[in-house]
C-alpha cells in the first residue's frame, strides 16, 4: 500500500475540499479531522471518506455554503441545525456551544441535526477535554438503518450509533473513549473489502444468519449485517444502540433508525461537563491518577506488555504514524485520484 506524510495528506484534502467549492477555513478544518483519523488509527474515518465527502457535495446532500444555526435553547441546553454543512462543521459549532454552557452554568448538552456526516466521533469530546472539560457524544444515523441486526433478528436494522467520552488528565494526554455499539465500525468492513482481506470472525452474519468473514457480505444481494457488540452478551452493545437512537435520533429532531439507505445526517447528542462545579480540579486529578496507577498495577496477561488508558493507544498509533507515514489501500487512493481529476486537479502535480 502506498504510504505518504500526514501533511501531504491534508494537503491533498484542502485542494480537494476547495476545488468543491469549500472556504480555505472549511476545507482546512475539514481535512485535518479526516487526517487526524487516520493517524489515531481510524482509517475507517480518514482519507477513504475524501471522494464520499466531494460526491455528497456534488449531489447536493452536503451544502458547501451550510451554515449551523441554534433552533431552540435555554440556560443548559440547545438544539442546533447544522444546515447540511459538513458535519464536521455542525459538530465543532454545537461542541464549542456546549462547553459555552458549560462553562457559564457548569453543564451544557446540546443536540444537533441535519449536519452530514460527522466523521469521528471521538474528536468532539475530546476538543472538550483538552480545554478542561468532561464530554460525551451519542450520535446516530438519523433515519438510515440497514447495517446492524437487532440482537436476535438476522436483518440489518440500526446504523452502528457511536458513543464517545473524554476527560482531561493532569500532564497527560485526556482519557478517551471511541467506540461503536456495534462489533466494529462499518468503515473498517469498507476498508476490508478495498485490501481484499477478510474480517476477523463474530463481526458479520450473511442473509441467512450464518457467521461470515466475507466482507463483501454487507453488499450483497440479499445482505448480511454486522452484529451488535458484545459477542455472547450482545444485548447489551443493542440495549446502547437503543439509546443512541434515542439521545442522538429522537431529541435531536433528526430521527430514528427507519430503514433509509443513504445518510442524509447524524443525529447527535453532546454533553458537557465543568469538573469545577461538582468538585475541587485537583481532587479529580487525584482521583483520575489513582485509579490508572491500581488499574496498571494489576498483572499482565499473556499477549500483553502492558495495560493501557482508553486513548492512549489512539495517541500513540498518532506518535507513529506521524513518524513512520500513513498508509493508504489502492483502492482508496484510486478513488482520490479520480476524484481529483474530476474537479479538474492534477495527482501528478502533488508533491508526494
Not at 15 to 44: K, P, T
Not at 79 to 105: I, P
Not at 121 to 150: D, H, K, S, T, W
Not at 191 to 197: D, I, K, L, Q
Request: net charge neutral; glycine share 12%; proline share 5%.
Amino acid at each position: 500500500m502506498p504510504r505518504f506524510k500526514p501533511e501531504t495528506l491534508r494537503q491533498i484534502g484542502y485542494q480537494l475540499f476547495e476545488a468543491a467549492g469549500c472556504s480555505a477555513e472549511d476545507a482546512r478544518f475539514v481535512a485535518n479531522h479526516v487526517v487526524e483519523s487516520n493517524l489515531f488509527g481510524h482509517d475507517s474515518h480518514g482519507v477513504i471518506r475524501y471522494a464520499e465527502y466531494i460526491q455528497a457535495i456534488r449531489d447536493g446532500r452536503f451544502r458547501v455554503k451550510g451554515s449551523p444555526t441554534i433552533v431552540r435553547e435555554a440556560l443548559c441546553t440547545a438544539v442546533v441545525d447544522g444546515g447540511s454543512a459538513l458535519g464536521q462543521l455542525g459538530g465543532r459549532f454545537a461542541m464549542q456551544l456546549a462547553m459555552k454552557k458549560a462553562r457559564e452554568h457548569g453543564l451544557g448538552a446540546v443536540a444537533l441535526r441535519n449536519t452530514s456526516h460527522l466523521g469521528r466521533i471521538g474528536a468532539y469530546p475530546l476538543m472538550a477535554a483538552e480545554e478542561g472539560f468532561i464530554a460525551m457524544a451519542f450520535v446516530n444515523a438519523g433515519r438510515l438503518g440497514y447495517q446492524i441486526a437487532p440482537y436476535g433478528g438476522i436483518d440489518g436494522r440500526l446504523s452502528t450509533n457511536p458513543i464517545a467520552f473524554a476527560a482531561p488528565r493532569r500532564g497527560a494526554k485526556p482519557i478517551m473513549v471511541d467506540m461503536t455499539t456495534s462489533v466494529v465500525a462499518e468503515g473498517k468492513v469498507r476498508v476490508a473489502v478495498n485490501e481484499g482481506r477478510s474480517v476477523p470472525e463474530g463481526w458479520l452474519i450473511d442473509s441467512e444468519g450464518r457467521p461470515t468473514t466475507d466482507p463483501r457480505s454487507m453488499k450483497a444481494d440479499p445482505p448480511g449485517a454486522m452484529l451488535p457488540m458484545g459477542g455472547v452478551v450482545a444485548h447489551k452493545g443493542y440495549g446502547l444502540s437503543i439509546v443512541v437512537e434515542l439521545l442522538g435520533g429522537a431529541l435531536s429532531g433528526e430521527g430514528c433508525a427507519a430503514g433509509a439507505k443513504v445518510l442524509h445526517s447524524n443525529g447527535v447528542m453532546f454533553t458537557v461537563y465543568n469538573i469545577e462545579h461538582f468538585t475541587e480540579r485537583e481532587s479529580y486529578f487525584d482521583e483520575l491518577e489513582g485509579l490508572l496507577r491500581h488499574i496498571k498495577s494489576s498483572r499482565v496477561a499473556p499477549g500483553f506488555s502492558e495495560i493501557l488508558a482508553p486513548g492512549e493507544p489512539e495517541f500513540r498509533s498518532a506518535e507513529k504514524r506521524t513518524r513512520d507515514g500513513i498508509e493508504v489501500d489502492a483502492t482508496t487512493w484510486e478513488k482520490v485520484e479520480a476524484c481529483a481529476r474530476s474537479l479538474g486537479l492534477d495527482p501528478s502535480e502533488w508533491d508526494m
